[in-house]
C-alpha cells in the first residue's frame, strides 16, 4: 500500500506494535486515519511514524481517542494498559468510548476488562484477528468480534481496513473469544497432523514441496465457508508450506502463545464437560517440543522461533532430522 495522508476524522489510539500489531496500525495509517501509537519498547514503534504515525510517550496520551485498539499478549496485559497504575485512564479515569482489543485472551479475563470499562463509560469489543504479519500485509487477514452491538457497528468500518478478508459479529459478550480459542486449537492440532504425515511420506521418499503442494490443491478444492476465511483453509496449507519446506522459523507466532491458546481451549473444555481428546493430545506433543528446546545451547532462543519448528522435534521422534529443500514455494499470499 502506498502512504495516503489524512483523511479521516475519527481519532485513533493504538496499543501494540509488535509482530501483529504493528502492520494493523499500519494499514489504518496507509487509509488515512489519524493514529496515536503507544509501544513499550518505543524503538518498535518508530518505523509507523514514517508514514504518519505519530508516538506517545504515555498511555494516559490515548484517552481521548474515539476508538481505542489494544493488541498485547495476554489478559493481565490489556488490564494493565488499559486501567492500571499507569494506563490509559490513569490520570483522571477518562477512557475512549470505544475500546477494540485484538488480543488473544481467556473470556473470564475479557468478561472481567468488559465490566471494568462499564464500569467506566466506555463499550468493549472484543477482536480477535486470524492470520500472521505476512497475512496482514497481503491483505488477507480477518477478525471475529462480538459485544454490543452499537459498538461493534461503530468498530467494523476501521477492522475491515486491517482485515479486509472479512470481519463476523458472532453476538454479545465474549463470544468472539470462543471463536479466537478455538480457531487456535484447531491451529495446534492442524499444524501437528500437518507435520506428521508431511514426515510420513518425506520418510518414504516423497520430497516435502511435493507433498506439500499436492495437499494445497486439495485443500483449494475443499472450501469451508467460516474457516477459509481465516487461516485453516487452504491458505494455512499454502502460507506453512514455505517454513516447512525450507526449515524457515521466522516467526509468526510462538510455541508459547499456542500451548498458552490450546490450555485456554482445554480449560473451556473441561468447565462445560466437552471432551477434548484429540486437543489433549496435541497439547502433550507440543510440550515435547519445550522438552526439547532444554537440550539446546540457548532454550529460550530455540522457543523463540516459529511453531512450525515443532516439525524440528517430531522428525527427532522419528529417527529423522530436517535439512532445507530450497525451494522456491508459493506461499498463497502473492498479489
Excluded at 298 to 310: E, I, N, S
Aim: hydrophobic share 45%.
Amino acid at each position: 500500500m502506498a502512504k495516503t495522508s489524512g483523511t479521516h476524522t475519527t481519532r485513533i489510539g493504538w496499543i501494540g506494535a509488535g509482530r501483529m500489531g504493528a502492520p494493523m496500525a499500519e494499514r489504518l495509517i496507509r487509509a488515512g486515519h489519524d493514529v496515536r501509537i503507544w509501544n513499550r519498547t518505543r524503538a518498535k514503534a518508530e518505523p509507523l511514524t514514517r508514514i504518519g504515525g505519530r508516538l506517545v510517550d504515555h498511555l494516559s496520551d490515548l484517552k481521548d481517542a474515539d476508538v481505542l485498539f489494544s493488541i498485547v499478549a495476554t489478559g493481565k496485559d490489556v488490564q494493565e494498559v488499559l486501567y492500571g497504575k499507569n494506563g490509559v485512564c490513569s490520570q483522571g479515569g477518562k477512557v475512549p468510548p470505544i475500546v477494540v482489543d485484538c488480543s488473544t485472551i481467556a473470556v473470564e479475563e475479557s468478561a472481567a476488562i468488559r465490566e471494568r470499562l462499564r464500569q467506566l463509560g466506555a463499550d468493549f469489543v472484543a477482536a480477535p484477528v486470524s492470520g500472521n504479519a505476512k497475512v496482514i500485509k497481503a491483505g488477507k487477514l480477518s477478525a471475529v468480534v462480538s459485544g454490543a452491538e452499537a459498538a461493534c457497528k461503530a468498530a467494523i468500518p476501521l477492522l475491515e481496513v486491517i482485515a479486509p478478508r472479512g470481519v463476523s459479529y458472532v453476538g454479545e459478550g465474549e463470544l468472539a473469544r470462543v471463536c479466537k480459542i478455538a480457531h487456535n486449537v484447531m491451529l495446534g492440532v492442524v499444524i501437528e497432523n500437518l507435520i506428521e504425515v508431511m514426515l510420513l511420506t518425506n520418510k518414504m521418499g516423497v520430497p516435502r514441496h511435493a507433498f506439500l503442494a499436492f495437499l494445497a490443491f486439495l485443500a483449494f478444492l475443499a472450501f469451508l465457508a467460516f474457516l477459509n476465511n481465516g487461516v485453516l483453509g487452504s491458505m494455512f496449507t499454502r502460507y506453512k508450506s514455505p517454513a516447512l519446506v525450507n526449515c524457515d522459523w521466522t516467526t509468526t507466532f510462538t510455541p508459547e502463545l499456542l500451548r498458552k491458546d490450546l490450555d485456554l481451549g482445554l480449560a473451556i473444555g473441561r468447565e462445560l464437560d466437552v471432551p477434548m481428546p484429540v486437543t489433549a493430545a496435541a497439547r502433550e506433543v507440543l510440550q515435547s517440543h519445550f522438552g526439547a528446546a532444554m537440550l539446546q545451547e540457548d532454550p529460550t532462543q530455540y522457543l523463540q522461533k516459529d511453531f512450525a519448528a515443532l516439525a524440528e522435534t517430531m522428525a527427532l521422534a522419528a529417527g529423522m532430522k530436517l535439512t532445507s529443500e530450497n525451494q522456491n514455494v508459493p506461499t498463497g499470499l502473492e498479489s
